[in-house]
């Protein structure tokens, strides 16, 4: 980073433990940002970029729609229209 003339002061916060920030959650961040989401739409980068800009470390997004994720995640027994 120092190659790249970087300020790594920020990374100094990059240690465990992370946010865990549900789907939900996450929806209503992105719409109180202005951001035209709504619940069922998957989470891409410009999304995700406003996400982190919230936090100072980064974050673990939980219990996604079982429609914007691979049919192999495991769907939560208690809310099962999530994964």
């Avoid at 920020?10 to 992105?30: G, H, M, R, T």
């Avoid at 996400?51 to 470390?57: A, N, P, V, W």
Wanted: no cysteine; glycine share 4%.
């Amino acid at each position: 980073m120092k190659l790249l003339n970087r300020d790594t002061k920020i990374l100094e916060n990059v240690k465990p433990p992370f946010y865990k920030v549900s789907y939900d959650e996450a929806i209503e961040i992105l719409q109180s940002k202005g951001l035209k989401i709504k619940w069922g739409d998957d989470i891409g980068a410009d999304e995700e970029r406003v996400l982190t800009m919230q936090f100072d470390k980064p974050i673990l997004l939980h219990h996604f729609p079982e429609q914007v994720k691979a049919f192999y995640h495991r769907n939560d027994p208690s809310r099962p229209e999530t994964h």
